[in-house]
C-alpha cells in the first residue's frame, strides 16, 4: 500500500470537509456573530464533542483497530465479524445510557462545563435545551468509529473520511433553512447536528455490509461482555480514554473558565480553534488514521523495521507540512480571520479577539498534530499506560499555564496553554520512543531539519510582509460587497505566493516527492 498515495487522497476529502466546514463556519459568525447566544451554543456542541472524543473516535480507536487488526489476520473473518457484533453492542449500549443520563441531568452537565452561566438566564436556559437536542449525536458518532475503524483496517479509507463533508451540508442547510424558523435561531443549528449524525452513520452502512461487516447489535450485553476480545477492548479503552482526550478535557476546562471572561469569549476560542483544526485534520487525522493499521500490522508481525520506517515516514512529514501551516496561521491571523469571518454580525472587534487567540494557538500547531502521530506508535504495540501517564502530567502542566497566561493574555491565553501543553506532550512522547529504539536511526534528521527552517524564515517573512500591505478590518467594514471579494482575493494570493515560496526554497535545497514515498507491506 502506498502511504502517500493513500495520505493524499485521505487529505484530499479532509480538506473538501474543511473547506465545508470553514463555509459552515463563516455562516454562523454572520448569522449569528460572537455573542452570548453563539457561546451557549458553542457550549452545548462541546459536551457531546468531548463524549464523542471519549467513547468514540478516540478512545475507542486506538483501543479497537490494533485488536481487530490481529483478529483479522490471526482468528479469520468470521471470528472478526462475531468480535465487531459483540463491541458493537456493548457500545451501543453504553453509550446509549450516557445519553440518556446527559439529557436527565442536563444542569449537572452545564455545571461543570460551564459554571460562569448564570442558572434561569436565557444565555443558560438556551445552553440546556441545545445540550438535550445534540447529545445523542454521540451514539451515532460511536458507531461511526466502529465502522470507520472496521473500513479502516479492510483499507477503505476513503468512505469514512467523506462522511463529515455530509454533517457540514447538513449544518449548513439547517442554518439556511431551519433556523429562521426556530426559537432562538441558533436551535436550527443543534437540530442540523442532531440529523447530520444520522446521515454520517447511514453513509457508512452500506460499505459495511458490502465487505461482510455490518455488526448486529443484540440486547445480551452480558453475554458480549464475557468476550474474551471485548474485555480487551475495554481494558485498553479505559486508560486510552485518558491519553486521547488531554488536549479535549483542557478544551472542556477552558471553555467552564472562559464562561467568565465575558460574553464571546467561548466563542472566539472556538472560531481560533475550528481554523486551527484545518491543518490538523488535514495532517494530524489522515496520518493517524493510516498510520495506526499500518504500525499495528507491522508489529504484530515483528517486523520492526518496518515499524520504525513507518513512524520516521510520518515524522518527516509532519515536520515538513505542519511547521509551515503553524507559521501560516501565526502571521496571517488578522488576515484569515477577517477575511472568513468578518461578516454580518461578526464585528471588528470579534476579529482582533479571534486572531489574537489563533496566533497563541499557532504555537502549538505542531504538537497538537504530532502527538496524533506519536500515540499511534504506542497503541500500536498495545502500550496504553505511558501516553496516560504523560497525558495527566499535561493536563496538570497545562492548568498551571493557564494560571499563568490567562490573566497576562485573557482568552488567547487559554489557547496558548493548550498549545504548549500539546508540545510538551509530543515531546516526552518521542524522547520515550527514541530511548526505546522505536524512534531514530533514520539518517539526516539534523540536515532536514536545518534546511526546513531556511524554508520556515523564508515562508515567514513572505508571508508577514506581504500580509501588512492589506488592511484587511477595513476592507470588511466597507459597505460594497466588491472590498469584502477583493479582501478574499488577497489572501489567497497570499497564501499561494507564501506556498510557492516555501517549495521553491526546499527544492532548492535538495527536496523532492520522491523522498517522501514509501509503500507499506499489506
Not at 47 to 66: M, V
Not at 76 to 96: P, Y
Not at 261 to 281: C, K, N, Q
Not at 368 to 379: D, H, M, N, P, R
Request: aromatic residues 10%.
Amino acid at each position: 500500500m502506498n502511504l502517500l498515495k493513500t495520505l493524499v487522497s485521505i487529505s484530499g476529502l479532509t480538506l473538501l470537509s474543511r473547506i465545508a466546514g470553514l463555509v459552515r463556519e463563516t455562516l454562523t459568525a454572520r448569522i449569528f456573530g460572537a455573542g452570548a447566544t453563539t457561546d451557549a451554543f458553542f457550549i452545548a456542541f462541546r459536551i457531546p464533542n468531548l463524549l464523542r472524543r471519549l467513547f468514540a473516535e478516540g478512545a475507542f480507536s486506538q483501543a479497537f483497530i490494533p485488536l481487530l487488526s490481529q483478529s483479522k489476520g490471526r482468528d479469520g473473518e468470521d471470528a472478526t465479524k462475531l468480535l465487531i457484533d459483540r463491541v458493537a453492542t456493548v457500545l451501543f449500549w453504553v453509550v446509549s445510557m450516557v445519553t440518556i443520563l446527559g439529557i436527565v441531568f442536563v444542569n449537572g452537565v452545564l455545571a461543570f462545563m460551564a459554571s460562569g452561566l448564570v442558572v434561569g438566564s436565557a444565555q443558560y436556559n438556551d445552553a440546556a435545551v441545545m445540550t438535550q437536542v445534540m447529545f445523542p449525536y454521540i451514539i451515532f458518532m460511536a458507531m461511526c468509529a466502529l465502522s470507520g475503524g472496521v473500513l479502516n483496517t479492510w483499507k477503505n479509507f476513503s468512505t469514512p473520511a467523506f462522511s463529515p463533508v455530509l454533517l457540514n451540508i447538513v449544518l449548513i442547510a439547517s442554518m439556511m433553512w431551519l433556523s429562521p424558523h426556530m426559537n432562538p435561531p441558533i436551535l436550527g443549528l443543534a437540530i442540523g447536528v442532531f440529523i447530520g449524525g444520522v446521515i454520517q452513520l447511514a453513509w457508512q452502512l452500506p460499505a459495511m455490509k458490502r465487505i461482510g461487516m455490518l455488526p448486529r447489535i443484540s440486547f445480551d450485553v452480558r453475554g458480549a461482555l464475557r468476550d474474551e476480545g471485548v474485555r480487551r477492548v475495554l481494558k485498553q479503552m479505559v486508560p486510552a480514554t485518558l491519553a486521547v482526550s488531554v488536549s479535549q478535557v483542557s478544551l472542556i476546562i477552558n471553555t467552564n473558565i472562559a464562561t467568565h471572561l465575558g460574553a464571546g469569549a467561548v466563542s472566539w476560542i472556538t472560531y481560533a480553534d475550528r481554523l486551527m483544526e484545518f491543518p490538523s485534520a488535514m495532517l494530524g487525522v489522515a496520518l493517524g488514521t493510516i498510520l495506526l493499521p499500518s504500525l499495528s500490522r507491522a508489529h504484530s508481525t515483528g517486523d520492526e523495521r518496518e515499524y520504525k520506517t513507518i513512524l520516521n515516514w510520518g515524522l518527516r512529514l509532519t515536520l515538513l507540512l505542519a511547521l509551515p501551516a503553524a507559521v501560516g496561521l501565526g502571521c496571517m491571523s488578522t488576515a484569515l480571520t477577517s477575511s472568513l469571518f468578518h461578516y454580518g454580525h461578526f464585528s471588528a472587534n470579534d476579529v482582533m479577539k479571534t486572531s489574537q487567540a489563533l496566533t497563541a494557538y499557532s504555537f502549538g500547531l505542531i504538537g497538537l498534530i504530532a502527538v496524533k502521530i506519536l500515540a499511534s506508535a504506542y497503541y500500536a504495540k498495545q502500550d496504553i499506560k505511558t501516553p496516560v501517564k504523560i497525558a495527566v502530567f499535561v493536563l496538570l502542566m497545562t492548568q498551571v499555564m493557564n494560571y499563568i497566561f490567562v490573566p497576562i493574555l485573557g482568552h488567547a491565553g487559554l489557547s496558548l496553554s493548550i498549545g504548549l501543553g500539546a508540545c510538551l506532550n509530543a515531546g516526552i512522547l518521542s524522547i520515550l520512543l527514541a530511548r526505546r529504539g522505536d524512534l531514530g536511526g533514520s539518517a539526516g534528521w539534523a540536515t532536514f531539519f536545518a534546511k526546513l527552517c531556511v524554508a520556515l524564515c523564508v515562508l515567514a517573512g513572505v508571508s508577514y510582509g506581504l500580509s501588512q500591505q492589506v488592511d484587511w478590518i477595513g476592507l470588511g467594514q466597507a459597505g460594497d460587497f466588491a472590498p469584502k471579494i477583493q479582501r478574499l482575493v488577497w489572501l489567497f494570493g497570499i497564501i499561494i505566493v507564501s506556498a510557492m515560496a516555501y517549495f521553491a526554497v526546499l527544492f532548492a535545497l535538495g527536496f523532492r516527492l520522491r523522498d517522501f514515498k514509501l509503500v507499506a507491506k499489506s
